[in-house]
């Protein structure tokens, strides 16, 4: 089978070209992404797969995608709002995503900042820059085990960090509306609220949603315990940025650990000249109990080669016409 991979990112070739090797089948590499101006390039291949976030193209678009021979298209991404489902729909194409590649790159993250905010690691950096190499009493720090973390979002992330967290020793809460069971042994499902008022570390694992935009506010915060940790792996606009900043320049938190920021995809994956970038993520930047990294608690080589491996299995299930369990449906 033949399949042009679009909009080839230089971390996903290696693996395309495991996945040709151990299948047969023949893949070619393009950093194009796939739009009206590049739809040509699918001509003589069997099937398709993508990595992109704007629309692809009109209804008429996808038209010429079915008339070019295409019945799929295999997105990379868990994301497929860029797809237009009822015209894929309409021109018998079918659609896959990777929604699960690697939750334990994300959780992984989501300790490794943890243990860096509660170790005071970035504190100590920034005083022994100064030649401050004393113990200073505020810095004293606490050990895991003797901790609460309070999960909000038990799904296939928050599944996967209350597991390394309850490894450790800490006592794990979780909330989420729809309880899962697989995570009971893992964790004690409680309220929001509890969660909040109880959690020495507490970690977003939601969808961004109108009921969950700004779930942690200034009196969110304000009900948390002096000291509490905040991390945030799922998406910056759960956090009401300006009241986060207020709880720890009063230093009423003790820290927090930003994946994602709620106005990131301005520069997402871009260089930009640090004093353009966004006024609250200068002074986010600045704070030695903050750690902001780009969105890149997925990116490891097991996420990338989860994506790219099962996207192309998805091309092949599908113009072979099997079923994937990856088919988004409408
Ligand atoms: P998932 O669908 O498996 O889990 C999400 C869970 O959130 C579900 O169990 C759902 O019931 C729960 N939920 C929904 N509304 C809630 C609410 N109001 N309160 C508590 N729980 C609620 O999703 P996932 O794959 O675990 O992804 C979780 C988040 O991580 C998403 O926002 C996703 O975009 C983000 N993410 C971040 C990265 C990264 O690199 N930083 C990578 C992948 C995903």
């Known amino acids: 089978m033949k399949i042009i991979m679009f909009g080839t990112k230089t971390a996903e070739r290696p693996y395309a070209k495991e996945w040709a090797e151990m299948t047969g089948n023949e893949v070619k590499l393009v950093s194009e992404n796939l739009t009206a101006e590049t739809l040509d390039m699918v001509k003589g291949f069997d099937g398709v797969s993508i990595q992109e976030t704007s629309p692809l193209g009109d209804a008429d678009f996808y038209h010429q995608l079915a008339e070019l021979g295409i019945k799929q298209i295999s997105t990379r991404t868990a994301g497929f709002d860029m797809l237009d489902l009822k015209a894929c729909q309409a021109n018998g194409i079918t659609v896959t995503n990777v929604a699960v590649y690697s939750p334990r790159a994300i959780a992984e993250m989501d300790l490794t900042q943890a243990m860096y905010l509660l170790r005071r ?3 100590y950096e920034s005083r022994m820059k100064q030649g401050d190499f004393r113990w200073n009493p505020e810095l004293i720090s606490n050990e895991i085990y003797n901790l609460t973390v309070g999960v909000i979002g038990i799904g296939n992330i928050g599944g996967a960090t209350a597991q390394l967290y309850k490894a450790l020793g ?3 809460l979780a909330y989420d509306p ?15 609220n509890t969660i909040i008022r109880t959690a020495d570390i507490i970690t977003l694992h939601t969808p961004l949603l109108p009921s969950t935009k700004n779930m942690l506010a200034a009196p969110q915060f304000a009900s948390m315990k002096k000291g509490a940790i905040v991390i945030n792996m799922a998406r910056g606009g759960l956090i009401n940025t300006a009241d ?9 938190l003790g820290g927090a650990g930003l994946d994602t920021l709620a106005d990131e995809f301005s520069f997402f994956n871009q260089e930009v000249p640090f004093d353009q970038t966004p006024a609250d993520y200068q002074e986010l930047a600045k704070m030695p109990n ?3 990294t780009p969105h890149v608690a997925f990116f490891t080589k097991t996420s990338i080669r989860n994506m790219v491996h099962i996207s192309l299995d998805d091309v092949v299930k599908v113009v072979n016409g099997e079923h994937s369990r990856n088919e988004v449906r409408i």
Request: proline share 3%.
């Open 121 to 123: 690691v970035g504190e």
């Open 170 to 172: 800490a006592r794990v």
């Open 178 to 192: 729809n309880k899962n069971v697989e995570y009971a042994p893992f964790v004690e499902f409680t309220d929001m």
């Open 244 to 252: 986060l900043l207020d709880a720890l320049k009063s230093k009423h």
């Open 290 to 292: 903050v750690l902001v």
